[in-house]
């Protein structure tokens, strides 16, 4: 057991890089299993984080040779794939299993998992996923908490997804790369994350066109060949870094962006009173005095990101009047107000709307639980506001997706460090 100790109140000040996208390397991973040609396939800008390393376990338990170069590089070699279950414990452990089981379906023909595990933030069920997989032939049976997928040979079908989710969006195409003809996906999720799948998919040998659109067209099979690829910047990472600057007030240079993946977070930021200088791969981000948004509300891209709506939270909490934040994607995605409360924040919550009303500062000296990934980024974020010390508890949600976040806020000046929880 690990926390981590803020002492805030200081401005942060200085420049960072982003890591690579969690949500873009993870289905990329998953990606590597339809290559069968024996030859290597680099991951350059691999985020050092607690998922990325909890797949490459999934991997290896399959047969794939996983290399670790080191600064984000990772070797694979995917040559000697005979397994298709996954261990239980692996399953569990994080929601992104659930992206093997596309690829490993038209690689083998057959594949078993658990049902995903990852962060508690409401329902997400996975019935999309299932949905696309049988409509390219796939059997499905559910046998407790096993789902298992057998199909000798996928074809090509047009799919309608009902909501244009990311996960089903991303499945759908990897399985259709080892489809015999044309698959169309309707209603496709746009995420940039799916664009560089796409773009990961094709340098291979893949035929896909359409990704960041409704609709994408998938030409397979496609026969996959080794090579090297570099993952995006995670546009989630970014944002909870200008965020940081902004509920400091200080300065802060990122290196190592898209701006164009953040346009509906930097509305939103300059809208509450920051002010935000952008160049070709950069972000400039300066803390004034915070004022209240009337609505910020979840949306799928390229909307105002659910893995943005906590950090938000966090900066409006010390913004001048009332803001209302809707989260329209996870329907248990607020469970960070009751933390932000103990710290002094003023939240009330109906249904999927949260009303905050900002306060001068919050209360230094409490205690705090991270319940979910971007939840812990965000009493991270509020700690730094704190003219005293907060403690953060169970930080090991907050490392499946940032790369040791207190060592960044450190090098921008932040008083903060990890230490063992007695």
């Known amino acids: 057991m690990e926390k981590i100790i803020v002492y805030g109140g200081k401005p942060l000040v200085g420049e960072l890089e982003s890591d690579g996208a969690k949500n873009s390397v993870l289905p990329i991973m998953a990606a590597l299993i339809l290559n069968d040609s024996g030859e290597d396939i680099v991951i350059e800008n691999a985020p050092d984080i607690r998922d990325v390393r909890v797949m490459c376990k999934i991997l290896m338990s399959l047969g794939v040779?996983?290399?670790?170069?080191?600064?984000?590089?990772?070797?694979?070699?995917?040559?000697?794939?005979?397994?298709?279950?996954?261990?239980?414990?692996?399953?569990?452990?994080?929601?992104?299993s659930v992206f093997i089981m596309g690829p490993l379906l038209a690689r083998?023909?057959?594949?078993?998992?658990?049902?995903?595990?990852?962060?508690?933030?409401?329902s997400r069920p996975i019935d999309l996923h299932l949905r696309?997989?049988?409509?390219?032939?796939?059997?499905?049976?559910?046998?407790g908490e096993y789902i298992s997928a057998v199909s000798p040979l996928l074809r090509g079908a047009e799919i309608h997804l009902d909501l244009p989710s990311?996960?089903?969006?991303?499945?759908?195409?990897?399985a259709a790369v080892g489809a015999r003809g044309e698959t169309l996906i309707k209603n496709a999720a746009r995420e940039p994350e799916i664009v560089d799948l796409q773009t990961f998919l094709n340098y291979l040998g893949a035929d896909i066109r359409g990704a960041g659109t409704s609709t994408i067209r998938i030409k397979g099979p496609g026969l996959l060949r080794g090579g090297s690829y570099r993952v995006i910047p995670d546009r989630i990472v970014a944002g909870t870094l200008l965020m940081a600057a902004g509920i400091t007030g200080g300065s802060i240079l990122l290196r190592n962006v898209i701006p164009r993946h953040l346009e509906a977070v930097t509305a939103k930021?300059?809208?509450?009173?920051?002010?935000?200088?952008?160049?070709?791969?950069?972000?400039?981000a300066r803390g004034r005095p915070l004022k209240g948004l009337q609505k910020v509300r979840t949306q799928a891209y390229p909307g105002f990101p659910t893995d943005l709506q906590a950090p938000m939270m966090a900066l409006l909490t010390l913004a001048r009047g009332r803001s209302s934040i809707y989260e329209e994607i996870f329907d248990g995605r607020l469970k960070?107000?009751?933390?932000?409360?103990k710290m002094g924040a003023r939240i009330s919550v109906e249904?999927?709307?949260?009303?905050?009303?900002?306060?001068?500062?919050?209360?230094?000296?409490?205690?705090?639980?991270a319940t979910d990934l971007r939840?812990?980024?965000?009493?991270?974020?509020?700690?730094?506001?704190?003219?005293?010390?907060t403690e953060v508890m169970n930080p090991e949600h907050i490392d499946r997706g940032y790369h040791h976040l207190e060592e960044k806020l450190a090098s921008l000046g932040a008083e903060v460090m990890r230490v063992r929880a007695l």
């Not at 600064?71 to 261990?87: D, E, R, Y």
């Not at 696309?132 to 046998?143: D, Q, S, T, V």
């Not at 960070?336 to 409360?341: G, Q």
Request: proline fraction near 2%; hydrophobic fraction near 40%.
């Open 65 to 96: 040779k996983v290399t670790d170069r080191g600064g984000g590089c990772l070797v694979f070699n995917t040559a000697n794939i005979t397994t298709s279950s996954i261990p239980h414990s692996l399953s569990r452990e994080m929601r992104s």
């Open 108 to 122: 083998l023909g057959r594949v078993q998992v658990c049902g995903p595990g990852g962060c508690a933030i409401g």
């Open 132 to 143: 696309g997989l049988k409509a390219l032939g796939a059997r499905i049976e559910e046998k």
């Open 166 to 174: 990311v996960g089903a969006t991303e499945n759908v195409m990897m």
């Open 269 to 284: 930021l300059r809208e509450a009173g920051m002010d935000i200088e952008e160049g070709e791969s950069w972000l400039r």
């Open 336 to 341: 960070h107000v009751e933390e932000l409360r």
């Open 351 to 369: 249904g999927s709307r949260a009303d905050i009303t900002g306060v001068e500062g919050l209360l230094p000296g409490k205690v705090v639980k």
């Open 375 to 389: 939840a812990g980024a965000a009493l991270v974020l509020a700690a730094l506001a704190v003219k005293g010390q």
